[in-house]
């Protein structure tokens, strides 16, 4: 379904991705791993038109849609669940959730507005409170939901587990495993690995700018690299 072939991604004169490939297939979920400043969120970059492709290309459904523009990348297809959220802090969780949706054309938003708050009560109950005022937890739920308003054939989620409480980790989880058993198609960028890779059919560790291990969730879970690197145990 997505394709990345030999990308290269440079800030300036800065390489800082030097050359990755890697697949996504219909249905999976596929979680990049890697500390910090190895490089995945410069890939979701590159992935959405956010930073231009220095070499190498992306192509989605067989099309090629290297450095097309940010708009162009949602109406392939793809949305992005961005790092921090960034719901619009004074509009309210309802406006936020249409927002997701600004790209589409057809009549079903209102349905779909009804399905995300089916989906996420606590979006109904917070429906008209200014987004900037709910909980980290609340937001992040937002996200997701404004997300999946674009009705993605490919669903990006960066760092999603990022500055939540345990108990809330698990909720983001569960909910990336509801989503994917809707049948959606699944990148994740997570630095929390464990959840990253328990969640993940396959998944591309990154050290500095290069993919240097793959395999399944499983594998890499019991990777003796991966298991003293990242997994802490
Ligand atoms: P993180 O989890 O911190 O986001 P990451 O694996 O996603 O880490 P990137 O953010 O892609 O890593 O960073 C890869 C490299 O690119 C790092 O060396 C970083 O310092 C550099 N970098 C990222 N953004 C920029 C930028 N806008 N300008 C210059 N260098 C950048």
New binding site residues.
């Given amino acids: 379904m997505l394709q990345i072939n030999n990308l290269k991604v440079a800030?300036g004169s800065?390489e800082?991705i030097h050359g990755i490939s890697l697949e996504v297939r219909p249905g999976e979920c596929v979680a990049l791993i890697?500390a910090?400043?190895?490089?995945?969120?410069?890939t979701l970059k590159a992935i959405c038109g956010l930073v231009p492709v220095k070499s190498g290309n992306v192509t989605f459904e067989g099309r090629d849609i290297t450095n097309l523009s940010g708009h162009g990348v949602v109406q392939a297809g793809i949305t992005m669940c961005p790092e921090g959220r960034q719901v619009f802090p004074q509009m309210s969780t309802i406006k936020n959730l249409r927002m997701g949706a600004y790209m589409r054309r057809d009549a079903e938003q209102d349905s779909d507005l009804e399905r995300m708050m089916d989906m996420f009560p606590i979006l109904r109950d917070r429906a008209h409170q200014a987004a900037g005022t709910l909980s980290g937890g609340e937001q992040e739920m937002l996200a997701i939901a404004r997300a999946l308003m674009a009705r993605p054939k490919l669903c990006i989620f960066d760092?999603p587990s990022l500055g939540l409480a345990p108990k809330i980790v698990a909720e983001v989880a569960a909910t990336i495993a509801r989503i994917k058993a809707m049948g959606k198609t699944i990148l994740l960028?997570e630095?929390n690995s464990l959840m990253a890779l328990r969640l993940a059919d396959r998944a591309y560790l990154?050290e500095a700018?290069e993919i240097v291990l793959s395999g399944t969730g499983e594998e890499l879970q019991s990777h003796p690299e991966v298991v003293k690197a990242y997994l802490g145990h």
Wanted: charged content about 10%.
């Fill in positions: 800030y800065i800082v890697g910090n400043g190895a490089g995945k969120s410069s760092e960028v630095q990154f700018g």
